[in-house]
């Protein structure tokens, strides 16, 4: 069931379920706290596991009109404070990865565990910022039409037939956001920091899912950012949507380090 919780005014919809240590798992963009229904089953036997509409996605509101991953990383902790949570394992897919990370940062005494879920600690290259910038500008010009072209080119090339009605219901939901929401994350992710450094400098358990087909972001870069960091890695063969494409593999692999973290 899920709850609402004032923040600045905003509305914002979360849910916990289960009894034990804490999960927080955050969505990307364009989704929202319902994708991860099939992981809260698994880990809710043992775990108390919130999800969170983030700013400007599902039923969550709007807190202007750029949503830093900052501001997300405050809205994460007003939650978890509100449901009396003081330690968490984070886990976050794509975006919610650099939230994650933004958090990490705000609040190390909070984290135990992190998992990035086909997401980066860098921050945009230049051209990715022209193309955010591109983006914002068909977002203000047509958000269905964004919507329609972006959910289909979050999945590898080759899986694009099998799940089509995962990508419908996907777009359906995306299609349900309002402009300013999407354009606010795409403004918020533009200008996000460098978080390289940090996966070098926290010592909790680090974990990273790599999808080889990903269309978003490139393996051999993520590779990369976790030399020396400490960070167990596993290599999907889908694309960004891991908990779709590989679902089985990624829900063992998140129970597995779930239990690794102290
Ligand atoms: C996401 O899935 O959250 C986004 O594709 C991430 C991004 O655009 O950098």
């Known amino acids: ?25 955050l969505h990307g963009f364009l989704e929202n706290s319902s994708m991860w229904n099939e992981l809260v089953v698994h880990l809710s036997k043992q775990y108390r596991v919130v999800c ?11 807190l202007g009109y750029i949503h830093t991953m900052e501001a997300q990383a405050q809205l994460v902790k007003a939650v978890l404070r509100h449901l009396r949570l003081r330690k968490y394992i984070l886990v976050g897919h794509s975006m919610g990865g650099y939230i994650s990370l933004a958090f990490a940062e705000m609040y190390p005494q909070s984290v135990r565990g992190l998992c990035l879920m086909n997401s980066t600690a860098m921050a945009d290259s230049e051209e990715k910022k022209a193309s955010r910038n591109r983006a914002i500008k068909a977002v203000k010009h047509n958000y269905k039409t964004f919507v329609r072209i972006a959910i289909p080119s979050l999945f590898a090339e080759e899986n694009r037939s099998a799940f089509k009605s995962e990508i419908i219901q996907h777009t359906n939901e995306a299609l349900k956001l309002s402009r300013q929401g999407i354009i606010a994350s795409l403004e918020g992710m533009k200008i996000r920091k460098d978080r390289t450094a940090l996966l070098k400098l926290i010592t909790f358990q680090k974990f990273m899912i790599i999808g080889k087909k990903d269309p978003i972001l490139i393996p051999a870069m993520l590779m990369k950012q976790v030399q020396y960091t400490n960070t167990k890695i596993i290599e999907l063969p889908g694309g960004h949507m891991s908990h779709i494409e590989n679902k089985e593999t990624f829900v063992n692999a998140i129970k597995e380090f779930v239990c690794t973290c102290n």
Not at 12 to 20: E, H, S
Not at 52 to 62: P, Q, V
């Open 1 to 25: 069931m899920y709850d609402f919780l004032k923040y600045k005014n905003v509305a914002i919809r979360y849910r916990a379920t289960g009894k034990g240590r804490a999960v927080v798992l």
């Open 52 to 62: 969170i509409d983030l700013l400007g996605h599902g039923k969550s509101g709007n």
